[in-house]
């Protein structure tokens, strides 16, 4: 199943403001979606043991109350606290929430939200503060004191303060719903609900806004229409009938799949690229799901609990004894309604997307300009020009050599205007066109494996008339002892780009942050680099990740800190338990710093390295640092 491509849109690197509400978006469901398990527990006691569940039971309905003022609440804190400094973090974060949970008149999953993180952060820095000043034997003692005292004040702190001021703004805020669902104005909410999902702001929405809001309701009435605000599959069910019915041929024969996942799988994100490709069909999902809470308002429907995913499955598992019909209906009025307005614009549109699909939707990326059968030399472009793009750029000189084309890698800045094809990151495609808007630009997602670099090569060859090339063949074991140096010869192993020094075993870092920083350290302990270079490593993972695959990463800093660089040095730090990085697990950071070429023989080597899963795995759970020095910067026999 191929989907129309939404990752530019997702993107949630950058120092725009839309990024930045995503990365707070996805904070916030990182301490939420976890514990959804919790929720859910907690919602099918409510809708079986209630005094209006399926199973009215005095006794077991005595759980309800405690799980959602203290349970969820603490599974909350921890959960944020454990993200922004691991266990630790987690402990200090549930103390602290409880400060805010108790004696509370609402659930205090705001206030959860708040202290958790926060206690953690604390806790970050009273480590930052005197953590290398412990002598050796107190460690245990101070980290325990140090939690236990920290914990206890910012507990007393979230109860005077923290709760008294969120239980203020959850009453402003219930009072705002309660307003609209009197007056009969919620399916108003729609008008933003549905523009932030589709920008991939759907689980702040969800998660941050609605799911304490709804949990409140269920309180008070046993169910809450809230819960059906963002999840409602209707929308996309309806426009996704709509491209099948209406769409063009290409696109159709992507949308059984996405029906399937997005209304039994409950991943809504399945959907947004089909908005985004034609935006005004946003008017079809708002138009619907307003359709459908204006149905459902005033037939009284809600579920017990967040459908999460948001499947219709969840929805009926969510859905209390009498609220079927309901909420069967709430569906099928937003999925018509979306369907019928959405068939609107899409046929109305269908004659001139098959012209654009047959014509010049045929190369969007440059193919019309550029006769690939006078292709000579290829670019590989990343921002900095440093790691990502030599280590592509190495895999690709030994497909395309026997072609007679030569391959190089560049910073998108650097890249000539004249450059016929290039390689390149998809959400880098922008930058790059804008600065070579007449190449032939081929995007890929991973830099190690991608199918886009098989596809080069069996282009680059049909058009020379050579026969198709064979499956990629794995470099054997003894040609990874060769490697090439920049200027196309060998050398034997460099000590001053990689060293014994700048190689760390058996480290943990809680978060992907601070695997950077620990990164950054070793290029500056080894006086390569200024402590300035370390912001230059963490704002080029702003832009786009440096993951690179079998659980590396190689981060870098940007073209801009480049000024930062004494010397040419690269650093090994393995992570036995894993750092998640952008939904990856990395397990090796090699850090680069580099104004030269002196560390490309080692990027050569690591290329190499990553297409034999078990050389990548040696260095995973490397013991020495001579086993990675053998491997990475073999003598040369």
């Not at 209006?52 to 804190?77: E, H």
């Not at 609605?210 to 309180?219: A, I, M, N, S």
Request: proline content about 5%; overall charge negative.
């Amino acid at each position: 199943m191929s989907l129309p491509d939404a990752s530019a849109n997702k993107n949630m690197k950058g120092p725009g403001a839309r990024a930045k509400v995503q990365r707070f978006g996805s904070f916030l469901a990182a301490m939420i979606m976890p514990n959804i398990g919790a929720f859910i527990a907690w919602g099918l006691l409510t809708a079986m043991f209630l005094d209006v569940g399926w199973f009215p039971n005095a006794t077991l309905a005595k759980l309800i109350s405690p799980m959602v003022s203290y349970l969820l609440p603490l599974l909350i804190g921890y959960t944020g606290g454990k993200i922004v400094n691991g266990v630790r973090g987690g402990v200090i974060g549930a103390i602290a929430t409880m400060g805010v949970a108790v004696g509370a008149s609402i659930p205090m999953f705001l206030g959860a939200m708040i202290m958790g993180p926060l206690a953690a952060w604390v806790l970050t820095l009273l480590d930052r503060l005197y953590g290398d000043k412990i002598k050796a034997g107190f460690e245990m003692l101070v980290d325990n004191f140090t939690i236990g005292i920290a914990g206890m004040l910012l507990a007393i702190g979230g109860h005077l303060v923290i709760e008294p001021l969120v239980s203020t703004l959850m009453g402003w805020m219930a009072a705002g719903v309660n307003f609209l669902i009197s007056h009969h104005l919620l399916p108003l909410a729609s008008i933003f609900v549905e523009p932030a999902k589709v920008l991939f702001l759907n689980n702040a929405v969800n998660h941050g806004i609605l799911t304490p809001l709804g949990t409140e309701q269920v309180r008070t009435t046993g169910r809450s229409i809230l819960f059906m605000v963002e999840s409602n599959p209707g929308p996309g069910f309806g426009l996704l009938l709509a491209y099948l019915v209406f769409g063009t041929r290409k696109i159709r024969e992507s949308v059984p799949g996405a029906i399937i996942i997005h209304l039994f799988g409950g991943i809504h994100e399945i959907f947004f690229p089909y908005v985004l490709m034609k935006p005004k069909v946003i008017v079809a999902t708002i138009l619907g799901a307003m359709s459908g809470l204006m149905v459902g308002s005033a037939m009284g429907a809600g579920l017990v609990a967040p459908a999460s995913p948001g499947s219709i499955l969840a929805w009926f598992a969510m859905s209390p004894r009498d609220g079927y019909l309901q909420m069967i209906i709430t569906f099928l009025v937003a999925t018509i309604v979306t369907f019928v307005v959405a068939a609107l614009i899409i046929r109305r549109d269908k004659v001139r997307d098959e012209a654009f699909e047959e014509g010049t939707a045929q190369n969007a990326q440059g193919a019309d300009t550029v006769d690939l059968a006078t292709v000579q030399h290829v670019i590989v472009a990343c921002d900095a020009g440093m790691g990502s793009s030599a280590m592509v750029a190495s895999t690709m000189k030994k497909r395309l050599a026997p072609l007679g084309i030569t391959v190089a890698h560049s910073s998108i800045d650097n890249l000539p205007n004249d450059a016929q094809l290039i390689l390149t990151q998809n959400g880098l495609v922008d930058r790059v066109r804008a600065k070579a808007s007449s190449a032939h630009i081929v995007p890929f997602t991973n830099y190690t494996g991608d199918p886009a670099f098989d596809e080069v090569e069996q282009m680059l060859r049909e058009v020379r008339g050579q026969e198709p090339h064979q499956a990629h063949e794995e470099q054997s074991h003894s040609s990874q002892h060769m490697y090439p140096a920049s200027n196309g010869t060998t050398t034997g192993k460099d000590t001053n780009v990689l060293t014994q020094d700048s190689i760390r075993l058996g480290l943990h870092a809680a978060t992907k942050e601070e695997a950077l920083r620990m990164a950054g350290k070793v290029l500056v302990d080894a006086n390569a680099a200024d402590p300035a270079y370390i912001d230059g490593m963490l704002a080029r993972e702003d832009e786009i990740s440096t993951y690179m695959g079998e659980g590396f990463v190689i981060p870098h800093g940007t073209n801009d800190s480049r000024e930062h660089i004494h010397n040419a040095a690269i650093g090994f730090l393995q992570f036995p338990d894993g750092v998640d990085w952008d939904g990856h697990t990395c397990h090796v950071a090699i850090p680069i710093a580099s104004s030269t070429d002196e560390h490309l023989a080692i990027i050569a080597s690591l290329a190499q390295v990553l297409s034999d899963k078990d050389q990548a795995a040696q260095l995973r759970t490397a013991t020495t640092t001579d086993q990675v020095l053998e491997i990475l910067a073999p003598e040369k026999d």
